[in-house]
T-cell receptor, first 110, second 115 residues
């Protein structure tokens, strides 16, 4: 199954931008890149997804490399409520198996 | 609009017992799936379904059965529980399984302990 690579943890300060990287070197042409986050004791929550072009929504921006082998989730102004585990996932094109890795634990300092 | 509802939220079983984790969604989603999450780990896909009558295996299907007789419901059955199945189980659904309009909606989780 498709796997992505993310740093185990990252730290940020409140109100500063955060760039969360993800490598997905085995991505196929039809796979989307998805990002979810999980707060303690909760189910994962959708953040954003994209195929080739950069994407923006109210929560975050997704920057996708031209070769699609990597992407970056951008939180423009981190808040304490953004502290969570962030998962980068490839899949969902012809592949219905959305596989979550261990994700990146984001700590936001006040 | 309740979203994805999982029951029970907590369950303790003895080794060898059977049980069913229920999952229901009221969003008319075609795609439903079950994940398990162990401490310090990400989510691992157990089984998924792309529509009523259609199911398929994920990464860790052994020891679990599923069926999809209606669009709304996707129960997960443990036929003979083992301590290795102690975990938090999440059900998720989406309109299309992660395609261009796909967004997975997760339930709150069911915490299962097998003694």
């Amino acid at each position: 199954d498709a796997k992505t690579t993310q740093p185990n943890s990252m730290e940020s300060n409140e109100e500063e931008p955060v760039h969360l990287p993800c490598n997905h070197s085995t991505i196929s042409g039809t796979d989307y890149i998805h990002w979810y986050r999980q707060l303690p004791s909760q189910g994962p929550e959708y953040v954003i997804h994209g195929l080739t072009s950069n994407v923006n929504n109210r929560m975050a921006s997704l920057a996708i490399a031209e070769d699609r082998k990597s992407s970056t989730l951008i939180l423009h102004r981190a808040t304490l409520r953004d502290a969570a585990v962030y998962y980068c996932i490839q899949g969902g094109g012809s592949n219905y198996k959305l596989t979550f890795g261990k994700g990146t634990l984001l700590t936001v300092n006040p | 609009n309740a979203g994805v509802t999982q029951t029970p939220k907590f369950q303790v079983l003895k080794t060898g017992q059977s049980m069913t984790l229920q999952c229901a969604q009221d969003m008319n989603h075609e795609y439903m799936s079950w994940y398990r999450q162990d401490p310090g780990m990400g989510l691992r896909l157990i089984h998924y379904s792309v529509g009523a009558g259609i199911t398929d295996q994920g990464e860790v299907p052994n020891g679990y059965n599923v069926s999809r007789s209606t669009t709304e419901d996707f129960p997960l059955r443990l036929l003979s529980a083992a301590p290795s199945q102690t975990s938090v189980y999440f059900c998720a659904s989406s309109y299309s399984g992660g395609h261009s309009t796909g967004e997975l909606f997760f339930g709150e989780g069911s915490r299962l302990t097998v003694l």
